[in-house]
């Protein structure tokens, strides 16, 4: 319902930019497939993973591990790279080198590529483990698609099962439009606590929410800046000069905590 409440018609596309056709999937196969297809029609792909290397902390999907499975048994009639954080400079241009050149056909990476790179002939994106990234680095990944003249395709891998993830991961599949896709990133996490560390989840603001109230929020912030440029120590406010007091002494009681 949210989604449908807030959505916009997406933005003009920059000059030579191709519209991104996004879907979220629960399945890595038909990702595969579809890969498959789109190169064997002389066109590229990215995979994304979310870690180098296997953790025991997490059970995510790894780009070094990927990419062997990927190579040798998914593709092995491709030529497929890796890219990594953890590689030299010159393996990363070596590695960006041979897919720009199309020498390899398939490209398994981090997030390393989420800025910079630009293949006119990669044609899709499955970015694995999808629900772990931000909306807003989803989006700059997308954007690694749809530089050339053909039909671009960005595939979401969902492995959460929460209703939250889903609803997140929609939002993409509705909007190309980076401001939107931010405004609903901020809706459906929280902006956390202003005062504090919480970075989502619902704020601390009793009278006003700070996507809808945006002009009030505007005008609590001038008579602020004309309290204290009229009163620099707030001699006449002693209410407010205890709130403030409160506020700090619990912000500071958190981080012992």
Partial sequence: MIIQRFWQ???????????IQTKVINQGTPAYNFIR??????RQAYIILPLVEESDKLDLRAAVVEYQRLSTQIFPEFRVGLLHGRMTSAEKDDALRAFSDNTTQILVSTTV???????????VILIDHAERFGLAQLHQLRGRVGRGS???????????????????LQVLEKSTDGFF????????????VVMGYRQSGISEFALANILDDEDLLNLAREMAIAIVKSNPNLE???????ELKRRRLTIWDCTLN
Avoid: F
Avoid at 37 to 42: G, I, K, R, S
Avoid at 151 to 167: D, E, F, H
Avoid at 181 to 192: A, F, H, Q, V
Avoid at 236 to 242: D, E, G, R, S
């Fill in 9 to 19: 018609p997406d933005l003009v596309l920059p000059s030579g930019r191709q519209k």
């Fill in 37 to 42: 297809h789109q190169v064997l029609q002389c």
């Fill in 113 to 123: 590529v989420e800025v910079g790179v630009d293949v006119p002939n990669a044609t």
């Fill in 150 to 168: 053909h039909c671009s395709y960005c595939l979401l891998l969902n492995t959460s099962q929460t209703a939250q993830a889903k609803a997140r």
């Fill in 181 to 192: 896709i931010s405004e609903m990133d901020l809706r459906l996490r929280g902006p956390g």
């Fill in 236 to 242: 006449q406010y002693p209410l407010i000069v205890a």
